[in-house]
């Protein structure tokens, strides 16, 4: 078969090539349809289950794109004032910023006990503790309360989030520069990590993916860690692409301390 074809190109070029030069033509006429979708929902099946449940849990909240602010202290923890400082005003800006829904942080969410009388809510960090017996105290009412321990902080302290709901029309990249140049300026002695949709997409849009050379994350991993133990949410964010000592996989991490 293929003698026959070799025969066939070797006596009849010009008609091959002319053959070949209309199939390119009418392959190129296509080009300017193609398009790049960087938005990961579009990529499911519209009758896909979760992807019913997404739209409905956007429906109800306005949006399901979440950018993770990640701030790291691993000498004192993030329980000092300098700390506790960059993590309010990196919370107060990013509630600033146009787009976003709202801002889940330690300065945030609220500690609720209960009384005689009924229930106190107050917030956990509404503004930096004066003194080294405050943030005692900071830090005690929180590990007493786990509700947020593992999540808003890791139960070793030494790592905290920030979590910011953009909504579903807003300009995502726009956002994630503005946070991005706003953590470079405040980082050191922390480290701070961004992760989420826009951070991957802006991954993938600068920087060649090439194992082990590029810091990259699985947004699924993290989302999915978010929820479990906050230092493996950091080690998934950071954790270069392929490393088989750290990469983004499930069963890697599942279970980890």
Known sequence: MIEKIAKYVLTYPKTVISCCIIITILLASGIGKIRIENDIK????????????????????????VLVV?????EQTIFNRGTLA???EITDSLDAIPGVIRVTSLATVKHIKGEDWGMEVTPFLEEVPESAEDIKTLKKTFYDDSLYVGT???????????LA????????????????????RLEGPEKIYLG???ST??????????SQQVDSFCSDCCNYYSFLKLPNLVRCISAPAG???????????DGAS
Not at 165 to 184: C, K
Not at 201 to 210: P, S
Not at 243 to 253: K, L, P, Q
Request: with cysteine.
């Open 42 to 65: 579009e990529m499911l099946p519209t009758d896909l289950p979760a992807r019913l449940a997404l739209n409905e849990l956007e429906d109800i909240f306005g949006g399901s794109d």
């Open 70 to 74: 990640a701030v790291s202290n691993e």
């Open 86 to 88: 960059k993590i309010i």
């Open 152 to 162: 808003m902080v890791s139960e070793d302290g030494k790592y905290a989030a920030i």
């Open 165 to 184: 709901v953009i909504e579903e029309n807003a300009e995502t990249m726009v956002i994630y520069e503005e946070v991005r140049q706003l953590t470079e």
């Open 196 to 198: 989420g949709t826009s």
């Open 201 to 210: 997409i802006d991954i993938n849009k600068n920087y060649e993916i090439r």
């Open 243 to 253: 490393n088989t000592d750290g990469g983004c996989f499930y069963d890697r991490y």
